[in-house]
């Protein structure tokens, strides 16, 4: 069917991913909102099923591309009738450049096969801004993570296979082995020059940073609103703690690569806790180079009552 070669496209495009958090959520399901100017947007859901078949968790949209945006999402899911649906809403963190007044909301109701070997879930969607007017239209289609990693782990098989008689790049077979390959689907990562804008409801968090890879002598520089919080740190395996004071409504958090060691870039890993969450990011930043995640601290909306 022509739909499965769109997913499979999108999968090998699109997927590098990111999953904040090491929760296991009851399911994880990657594929492709597909919009109906034929549009293809990769996107990932992750999420458990608690009491009266509620269901809440996380969607990701479009995986590593420049609007690369992660939500929550809450829905309901009646595994007889194999019914769901849920909405987004609560942006936890984006690539984009649109403010979050311009964000289309997914609101999603389809079937959702959970028991079938490919846990295939696909319906159609509506796109809503924040003030409730439409901005898309169209399906959704996605398939369990571990169906897809059964058909990487075929395709690396055959690769090697053909390898043996047509030499190919090093480069394409080391991006198709299954450990790295399958690692994306489990990180958030900022690559050099990158900007991602974070939300937070707190005045101060905490920050946790530590050596992701090889322990190999990266030395880091960290600003916040261009003033030193962190020079010329030695990132190793330990995790070490600053925590950051948010006195403006937006804080640039700048990340600068000063040595990158052995290896060719630096793979620090920060974790951020604001009271309400969590949010986990692969700095992979060649030497010299910076990224910036930029923690926007929101107000904590309140319903108002007319008397």
């Known amino acids: ?5 769109y997913l499979i496209i ?54 590593d591309g420049e609007n690369e945006t992660k939500s929550y999402i809450r829905g309901y899911y009646d595994e007889k009738t194999e019914n769901i649906k849920f909405k987004e809403s609560d942006i936890l963190y984006t690539k984009s450049k649109f403010l979050p ?15 079938s070997k490919k846990k295939l879930l696909e319906g159609k969607f509506v796109g809503i801004y924040e003030d409730k007017d439409t901005c898309a239209t169209g399906n959704i289609k996605l398939v369990g993570t571990k169906f897809v990693e059964k058909k990487v782990k075929n395709i690396y098989k055959k690769v090697k296979k053909i390898d043996k008689v047509k030499k190919i790049d090093s480069t394409v077979i080391a991006e198709l082995k299954p450990e790295n390959f399958l690692k994306k689907f489990s990180e958030t990562n900022i690559k050099s020059g990158e900007k991602v804008s974070v939300f937070v409801y707190s005045s101060k968090i905490d920050v946790d940073i530590w050596d992701y890879g090889i322990e190999d002598g990266d030395i880091i520089t960290i600003l916040q609103n261009d003033k ?28 600068i690569t000063i040595n990158s060691g052995k290896l060719e870039t630096n793979t620090t890993k920060l974790k951020l806790y604001d009271f309400r969450r969590e949010y986990e990011v692969v700095a992979n930043l060649e030497e010299g180079k910076a990224a910036v995640i930029n923690i926007v601290k929101l107000k904590v909306k309140t319903n108002s009552v007319k008397k």
């Not at 289309?104 to 389809?110: D, L, M, P, T, V």
Request: charged share 25%; net charge neutral.
């Open 101 to 115: 007044e311009e964000f289309c909301f997914i609101s999603f109701e389809g079937t959702f096969k959970g028991d």
């Open 228 to 255: 030193p919080v962190l020079e010329n740190f030695k990132v190793t395996r330990k995790k070490k703690r600053i925590t950051l004071v948010l006195n403006e409504k937006e804080n640039a958090f700048k990340i």
């Open 10 to 63: 999108c999968f090998f495009t699109f997927l590098n991913l990111n999953s904040q958090e090491k929760n296991q959520f009851d399911y994880e399901l990657l594929g492709a909102v597909m919009l109906d100017e034929n549009q293809l947007i990769s996107y990932k859901i992750q999420f458990n099923v608690e009491a009266n078949n509620f269901i809440q968790g996380y969607s990701l949209t479009d995986l």
């Open 1 to 5: 069917m022509k739909i499965n070669k």
